[in-house]
């Protein structure tokens, strides 16, 4: 341009672009409100946000991953928050609002020493060398855990619990028997040592009505189907069971070809051979001797007829993800074509029968050859109940399941960050320049955690602070914030713990995230591309 005078337009005119300083105020600004916004839901006495879609549809909820999945956030740096703290809910189950909550504060200190003129890598580079110290930290002070310990496993559901709706009374206890039950049925012994923790072997399903109190575990799968004929038998022992991915249906011809029928006799000879074929796809599954058929597609009332006629029990129209976990309890393999049908796919289980669940029917199929498969069947008076108590549920099944594969647990309500932050203090001595500001920041940012809890729960956050601080000072390295009456407690004796890889995921992803957001240092708004747009609205397909 300084040529030829003429401006040199490597952007269309009028788009959108914030660049430098401005930028980065910006996008600090966004992750500083969405922390905000978090921040009065963290801990126990975190308060609830009730989330209103366009159509009026409400959801109440102090569970951080729902509420950021619920939000409709616009801004592209409150949108990596959102990212990340939903990475956390599907990797670790819990500890999502502390991530937001630490970023948050994280990019709130760093905004300060932008303001003193630090350089952005100078900050990201104390942040990050205080994040591998505190980790370093935190792996020197986690205590072991085995999975026979009952009661530290309980207090963990506790722990968890606390900060939700159903986290209170009888309901209590019940979640708490249920989940530690639960893991304690899937946890599977490595031959090296240790436990790994497939959460995918827990099935929850929700059926409204009754009380969680009526809430039940079952070892293995629970359907919400009906057998589907009235002569079908409810209930068969020894299950040899046929899992379906075929519909037990003639294929009709599509609307386009007609049929022509000229006389009587030859329409019944074409529903003679429907009959007749599909009474042959009945032979053939009965030959292998199965007395149970459970299949993703439909059944036709003919096979259905022949099916009960042969004492098979039924059901049909089974969503996906359900007739994998049948097939992965039973030992079945999912068939595809019945022509192909051999005897050694057949699953296996003591029971499959039909119960009445309040007003509903479900089968339930029991004592399966895989004996690590349950289901929890969620009861509640009011659908949001239920909606809150599944939450409740996936945040302390993944806590446990975390508590129990890492063998790993640290005390809550503060106790943890405040004995780092007390340690990172004495090393940050070692730190030269600029960067010892940075690592001040981080040491503050960890503060800020238990100093929200207390703030939430009516009490001074600086003063709970001073007094943590000293607690720590003196060598009561679990000392916490006992949330009813703002005194200082030892979290051990108190019950408050909770896995150590929720902490170290929380603090590794709340400082990437804040790194991330301070090395962006310009905002162009990008051109749409079709094709993003358009594999965005394919349907994911299958359940029905
Ligand atoms: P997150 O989504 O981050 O898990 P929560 O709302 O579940 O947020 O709150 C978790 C925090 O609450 C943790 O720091 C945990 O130690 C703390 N906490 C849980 N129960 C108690 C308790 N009884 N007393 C004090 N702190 C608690
Ligand atoms: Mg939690």
Do not use: C
């Amino acid at each position: 341009m300084a040529v030829s005078g003429v401006p040199v337009l490597i952007l269309k005119e009028g788009t959108q672009r914030t660049y430098g300083r401005e930028a980065l105020r910006n996008n600090i600004l966004a992750a500083k409100v969405m922390a905000e916004l978090l921040k009065t839901s963290l801990g126990p006495r975190g308060l609830d946000k009730m989330l209103v879609d366009a159509f009026g549809d409400i959801v109440v909820t102090n569970d951080g991953a729902t509420i950021v999945k619920e939000m409709e956030v616009q801004h592209p740096a409150a949108k990596l928050l959102v990212e990340v703290a939903k990475a956390q809910d599907a990797e670790v189950g819990d500890g999502t609002t502390s991530v937001v909550v630490l970023a948050g504060t994280l990019l709130e200190k760093a905004e300060k020493l932008l303001d003193e003129n630090i350089h952005p890598s100078i900050i990201m580079s104390g942040y990050t060398k205080a994040l591998s110290k505190a980790l370093e930290i935190l792996d020197n002070m986690a205590i072991p855990v085995d999975i026979e310990n009952e009661a530290e496993l309980r207090k963990i559901v506790e722990t968890t619990l606390s900060s939700k709706y159903t986290g209170h009374g009888p309901e209590k206890q019940k979640i708490i028997d249920m989940v530690v039950e639960a893991i304690k049925i899937i946890a599977q012994k490595k031959p090296d040592g240790g436990y790994n923790v497939d959460l995918d072997l827990v099935k929850i399903e929700k059926k409204k009505g009754g009380s969680l109190l009526d809430s039940k575990l079952i070892r293995g799968v629970v359907l919400d189907k009906e057998v589907v004929h009235p002569g079908m038998p409810k209930r068969v022992e020894n299950a040899k069971i046929l899992v379906l991915d075929a519909p037990l249906e003639i294929q009709k011809p599509d609307i386009t070809t007609k049929i022509r029928v000229t006389d009587i006799e030859q329409l019944d000879r074409f529903l003679e051979e429907e009959t007749r074929l599909l009474k042959e796809m009945v032979e053939k599954i009965a030959a292998t001797g199965a007395n149970v058929v459970i299949t993703q597609k439909g059944i036709d009332d003919v096979a259905q007829h022949f099916l009960a006629k042969r004492g098979i029990l039924a059901v049909r129209r089974v969503k996906r993800s359900d007739i994998e976990k049948v097939a992965r309890a039973t030992g079945a393999k999912i068939v595809t074509n019945i022509d192909d049908l051999r005897p050694e796919d057949l699953g296996e289980a003591e029971l499959v029968e039909e119960r009445k669940v309040g007003e509903d029917k479900m089968v339930f199929i029991e004592g399966a050859k895989n004996p690590r498969s349950v289901t929890i069947v969620i009861r509640g008076g009011f659908e949001r109940l239920v909606e809150e108590a599944d939450r409740a549920l996936h945040d302390s099944l993944s806590a446990v399941a975390d508590a129990v594969m890492d063998g790993k647990i640290v005390a809550g309500g503060g106790a943890i960050e405040v004995e780092i932050a007390r340690r990172l203090r004495e090393w940050a001595k070692t730190i030269e320049g600029k960067e010892q500001l940075a690592v001040e920041g981080f040491i503050k940012s960890l503060e800020s955690l238990p100093q929200t809890l207390a703030f939430n729960a009516g009490h001074d956050p600086i003063e709970v602070l001073m007094k943590l601080r000293s607690a720590h000072e003196e060598g009561k390295k679990w000392a916490g914030v006992d949330i009813e009456t703002g005194e200082i407690v030892d979290m051990w004796e108190k019950g408050v713990i909770e896995p150590a890889r929720v902490k170290t995921n929380a603090f590794k992803a709340g400082t990437e995230v804040a790194s991330l957001i301070l090395r962006i240092d310009d905002v162009i708004a990008a051109k749409r591309e079709e094709t993003k747009e358009d594999k965005k609205s394919t349907p994911s397909s299958e359940e029905d």
